[in-house]
């Protein structure tokens, strides 16, 4: 079936470690985006892609890092400088063009830093 | 600069009486209006969208929503609600088209149904 692919579900990291969170889509898309979810904040944008080796920053792209080799990867690094790195992170894609509009989410990333 | 409220953090309704989330919006240009739903510790699935003509949409689930361009609403409505529509609902919105779809969210509402 197709859809978007996030792994690991659960990570544990100490203090000072970086950390890739992988997103593989087979849907196609042009489009991929990290969110970052914390209790009471919604969902705000870390990264977007529209096309393979370009990225753009989101609202709250200190601390993190992505790359886009492959249409249909797009890795998130969490790296030592996020000050507060524990949360839902969320992966989504989307095809780009006239009436569409919603994002594809994948099952999410939950990271804990100890 | 675009923005979503949703007033209610969580709303709790009996099981079979109809339900309302609540969405107000804020853009420059013309709204692109979105729900989703998330079941705990899972990703967000789309319910439905408004980009243009009949102000009623209908979506996933039985749900439906309602745009109203004089309030800047785009309210989630469900005639009965079933216990299984217990979960945590997102609006969003976007301005115009730029090509990506980057979706602002608001903070969500947790919907409780009480059999």
């Known amino acids: 079936d197709g859809g978007i692919t996030q792994s690991p579900k659960y990570l544990f990291r100490k203090e000072g470690q970086n950390v890739t969170l992988s997103c593989e889509q087979n849907l196609n898309h042009d489009a991929m985006y990290w969110y970052r979810q914390d209790p009471g904040q919604g969902l705000r944008l870390i990264y977007y892609?529209?096309?393979?080796?370009?990225?753009q920053k989101g609202d709250i792209a200190e601390g993190y890092s992505v790359s886009r080799e492959k249409k249909e990867s797009f890795p998130l690094t969490v790296t030592s400088a996020q000050k507060n790195p524990t949360a839902f992170y969320l992966c989504?894609?989307?095809?780009?063009?006239?009436?569409?509009?919603?994002?594809?989410f994948g099952e999410g990333s939950r990271l804990t830093v100890l | 600069a675009q923005s979503v409220a949703q007033p209610e953090d969580q709303v709790n309704v009996a099981e079979g009486n109809p339900l309302t989330v609540k969405c107000t919006y804020s853009?420059?240009?013309?709204?692109?209006l979105f729900w989703y739903v998330q079941y705990p510790n899972r990703g967000l699935q789309f319910l439905l969208k408004y980009i243009t003509g009949d102000n009623l949409v209908k979506g996933s689930y039985g749900f439906e929503a309602e745009f109203n361009k004089s309030q800047t609403s785009f309210h989630l409505k469900k005639p009965s609600a079933l216990v299984s529509d217990s979960a945590l609902y997102f609006c969003?919105?976007?301005?115009?088209?730029?090509?990506?779809?980057?979706?602002?969210f608001g903070t969500g509402t947790r919907l409780t149904v009480i059999p």
């Open positions: 989504a894609s989307s095809p780009l063009g006239e009436n569409t509009g919603e994002l594809f």
């Open positions: 853009v420059s240009g013309n709204p692109y």
């Open positions: 969003a919105v976007r301005d115009g088209w730029t090509g990506a779809n980057n979706l602002f």
């Open positions: 892609s529209q096309i393979v080796n370009d990225f």
